[in-house]
């Protein structure tokens, strides 16, 4: 006989498990078994062992105590808190934008117009920038600066709007862009104050070097007026003001003034706008 042979046969060589009372020698249990039922009953045994805690641990809450396993809450609170950083970010770049404007209104560069419309554009716009190369940035920067002051049909809007003359004064120093002068000024006396032409929320109300007091007012339409060279601010940063109300007063303030005067500046959709064309001084 082979030795396959008689290894299956001691797999098969029944066997007799018996339970007896130690005192009466009474059986109790008596079980007829082999190595082979042995093995297949273990291996079945295994095999419902390790399904039985696969479901328990993928169905129940003890799955959160295994390490390394993030809990439902832990998940779902971390989705909240990348949200959140996403939310942050965004407004963060906006807030960057904003200020920026603000920067180059003060010095007389052309604004954003983007940042006065939806999220999307913002985003559309931040996106197409970080795919540009060198040569694509120095064309559109030369187009941008050719079409600067290129604003046909871009201020018909600006005809249905009533305006407010800020102040009522002789104009030393008219609307030339050529020159850089993207304003006009208005000789007034002392303590005269300065109203606002559209009614608006203030967006900044502060003090420069070059400018001294200034207020920039956000109007609808994505419409900005600038008030520089005050001697003092009536309104502050997120004050809402209406047509004709008083919003400074005019002043010598700044560097760049030769006397007391209002610097009015019009800005529509970020480019400048000559102010004669559409208020009565």
């Not at 009466?24 to 805690?53: H, M, P, W, Y």
């Not at 559109?140 to 002051?149: A, H, L, N, S, W």
């Not at 020159?179 to 420069?208: F, M, Q, R």
């Not at 008083?246 to 007391?260: K, L, M, R, Y």
């Amino acid at each position: 006989m082979s030795e396959k042979k008689q290894k299956l046969k001691k797999l098969r060589n029944k066997y007799r498990l018996v339970i007896i009372n130690d005192d009466t020698f009474e059986e109790k249990i008596s079980v007829t078994l082999s190595r082979l039922n042995v093995f297949v009953s273990l291996g079945f045994l295994f095999v419902i062992l390790i399904v039985g805690t696969t479901l328990l641990i993928s169905f129940t809450p003890l799955r959160e105590y295994i390490p390394g396993y993030a809990s439902t809450d832990m998940r779902r609170n971390t989705l909240k808190l990348a949200s959140k950083t996403d939310s942050l970010e965004f407004e963060l770049i906006k807030n960057q934008a904003y200020l920026q404007n603000i920067q180059n209104i003060l010095s007389g560069e052309p604004i954003d117009p983007v940042t006065h419309n939806n999220e999307e554009r913002l985003v559309e716009k931040l996106e197409i920038n970080a795919t540009l190369s060198a040569e694509d940035s120095l064309l559109r920067q030369y187009v941008e600066q050719e079409e600067r002051f290129t604003i046909s049909n871009l201020n018909e809007e600006l005809i249905n709007f009533t305006f407010f003359a800020p102040v009522k004064g002789a104009i030393s120093s008219g609307y030339n862009p050529k020159e850089n002068h993207y304003a006009i000024d208005l000789n007034a006396t002392l303590n005269t104050p300065i109203k606002s032409c559209l009614k608006g929320t203030v967006i900044y109300s502060g003090w420069t070097t070059e400018t001294g007091y200034t207020t920039i007012v956000q109007h609808p339409s994505s419409l900005l007026s600038v008030y520089k060279h005050n001697s003092a601010l009536l309104k502050k940063q997120g004050d809402y003001v209406l047509a004709g109300e008083a919003i400074a007063i005019i002043g010598n303030s700044g560097s760049e003034t030769t006397g007391p005067h209002l610097h009015f500046e019009l800005w529509y959709q970020g480019r400048p706008v000559d102010p004669q064309d559409y208020i009565s001084f």
